[in-house]
């Protein structure tokens, strides 16, 4: 297993729309297997392929507090939403940053799972938001989208000089 490295906002790599994943194999169970190892190192509760610079409709999570509750999601589509809920998101392409984001309360998403068989899960709470927090990744949409222009500039200026003390 190998951990990759996470693209920081605002890396335009992190715009682009993700490819399906057409089949999958040993190659795409390897990939699942190294964001899980790239998610639990950074620490972080999700990671999309395209945040490792991977052109892949692939999620993974780990909402659990052991972390010993594992979800891989190949090709998520949410196919119900419902309610609403607030609450503060981060990002591990958005170091250090959380902020106040409106998502569905419930939802339900069909995917499929690291051996390619369907898989559809109904989703609230911490795990719903997760779930589009990530699926959004895949689209090339990310949390400080939902925000305001001036929040989203404080951000990314404030990303930016942290960047540049950094090197």
Same mark, same amino acid.
């Not at 605002?10 to 194999?25: C, E, G, I, N, Y």
């Not at 899980?36 to 990671?47: K, N, Q, R, S």
């Given at each position: 297993m190998a951990i990759h490295h996470i693209l920081h906002y605002? *890396? /335009? #790599?992190? #715009?682009?729309? &993700? $490819? +399906? =994943? %057409? #089949? =999958? *194999?040993d190659e795409i169970r390897m990939?699942?297997? *190294?964001?899980?190892? %790239?998610?639990? @190192? $950074? +620490?972080?509760?999700?990671? &999309? &392929? /395209?945040? =490792?610079?991977i052109s892949k409709r692939l999620i993974v999570l780990d909402i659990s507090e052991k972390r010993n509750e594992p979800? @891989?999601? =190949?090709? /998520?589509q949410i196919v119900v939403l419902g309610g609403a809920q607030k609450s503060d998101e981060g990002c591990l392409s958005l170091p250090g940053i959380s902020e106040g984001v409106e998502r569905a309360a419930r939802i339900k998403v069909s995917a499929l799972d690291r051996h390619g068989e369907p898989l559809d899960i109904e989703a609230e709470g911490l795990l719903a938001v997760c779930i589009q927090h990530e699926t959004d990744h895949l689209d090339g949409i990310l949390f400080v989208d939902y925000l305001t222009e001036m929040k989203r500039n404080r951000i990314r200026k404030r990303l930016e000089k942290a960047h540049r003390q950094a090197m």
């Open positions: 605002p *890396d /335009p #790599r992190l #715009r682009f729309k &993700a $490819a +399906p =994943v %057409t #089949r =999958v *194999d990939l699942i297997d *190294d964001m899980f190892e %790239t998610m639990y @190192a $950074a +620490p972080g509760i999700g990671l &999309a &392929a /395209p945040q =490792v610079n979800l @891989a999601l =190949v090709n /998520p």
